[in-house]
Structure formats: C-alpha cells, structure tokens
C-alpha cells in the first residue's frame, strides 16, 4: 500500500466522530429534558391537587353559625366556595370552586409551570390541573351526627 492510498484511508474517517455526536447531542437533550420536565410536571399536578384538597377542606370547615347557635350543625355552601376560594387567591393558584348536588364542595386547580430544557423544541410551559372534593356536613345534633 503506497503512502498515498494509507492517506486517502485515514482521511475517509476523519469527520465521523463529528457527524456522530451533533446527531446524538439533540436525542440525549431531548431524553435529559423529558426526564426533567416530565418529573417536574409530576411535582407540579401533585401541588395542584394538593392545594385543590386544601382548598375544598378548608371550605368544608365554614359552618353556618345561624344554624350552629340553634344546635343544627351545617356547613354554609356559599360561605364554604367563599373561603375555598380565598384559600386558592392565598396560594396564587387559579381554579373553580363549586357546590355539587348541595352536599360536595369541589374545587378544580391549574398551575402552569415554565420549562427547563423542552423549550429548546418549542414547548416553554407545562399546564396541569388538580381536584378536590369535601363532602358538606348536613346533620343535627352534637358532634355533626344526621338528625331526623
């Protein structure tokens, strides 16, 4: 083999490492940036269903005093979204609070969080929503139980 031919041959790889790494490079980014997004999204749904759960408790906790003073003990349905949702403004979280068939405080969440390394394809935030219910405690008596 004349020197010529062994330069051709070590010039014919020379560049491949290269063209190796900028086609692997963007795959692993795009594999670090789902683990990472992904995991924060993870963390993200479960603070909105935390807050959501919080919320729909702290709301089931709002009695009606009226009803307390003449020994009913009931939760005030629009006193209940009233203090779930200033739960919700407390926390800067944006959601809905509603009072379903009269006995289930249920508060919807939804937190958008920006993204670490998804943005390098166009994807810059992460929305997720949360739920949380409260059951409303109707009843007479002491200590919450139904009455007649």
């Given at each position: 083999?004349?020197?010529?031919?062994?330069?051709?041959?070590?010039?014919?790889?020379?560049?491949?490492?290269?063209?190796f790494?900028?086609?692997?490079?963007?795959?692993?980014?795009?594999?670090?940036?789902?683990?990472?997004?992904?995991?924060?999204?993870?963390?993200?749904?479960?603070?909105?269903?935390?807050?959501?759960?919080?919320?729909?408790?702290?709301?089931?906790?709002?009695?009606?005093?009226?009803?307390?003073?003449?020994?009913?003990?009931?939760?005030?349905?629009?006193?209940a979204?009233?203090?779930?949702?200033?739960?919700?403004d407390?926390?800067?979280v944006?959601?809905?609070v509603?009072?379903?068939?009269?006995?289930?405080?249920?508060?919807?969440?939804?937190?958008?969080?920006?993204?670490?390394?998804?943005?390098?394809?166009?994807?810059?935030?992460?929305?997720?929503?949360?739920?949380?219910?409260?059951?409303?405690?109707?009843?007479?008596?002491?200590?919450?139980?139904?009455?007649?």
């Amino acid at each position: 083999m004349s020197a010529r031919q062994r330069l051709r041959r070590e010039d014919a790889e020379r560049g491949a490492v290269s063209v190796f790494l900028a086609v692997l490079v963007p795959g692993l980014l795009l594999i670090v940036g789902l683990a990472v997004d992904g995991g924060a999204k993870v963390a993200a749904t479960q603070r909105a269903n935390a807050i959501a759960d919080e919320s729909a408790r702290a709301g089931g906790q709002a009695l009606d005093v009226a009803a307390a003073l003449t020994g009913q003990i009931r939760v005030d349905p629009a006193a209940a979204v009233a203090v779930a949702q200033s739960y919700l403004d407390r926390n800067d979280v944006q959601g809905a609070v509603t009072v379903v068939d009269g006995d289930t405080l249920q508060v919807t969440t939804t937190i958008t969080e920006p993204t670490t390394f998804l943005g390098l394809i166009g994807i810059s935030t992460l929305t997720v929503e949360g739920t949380g219910t409260a059951d409303l405690i109707s009843g007479t008596g002491q200590n919450g139980g139904a009455g007649p």
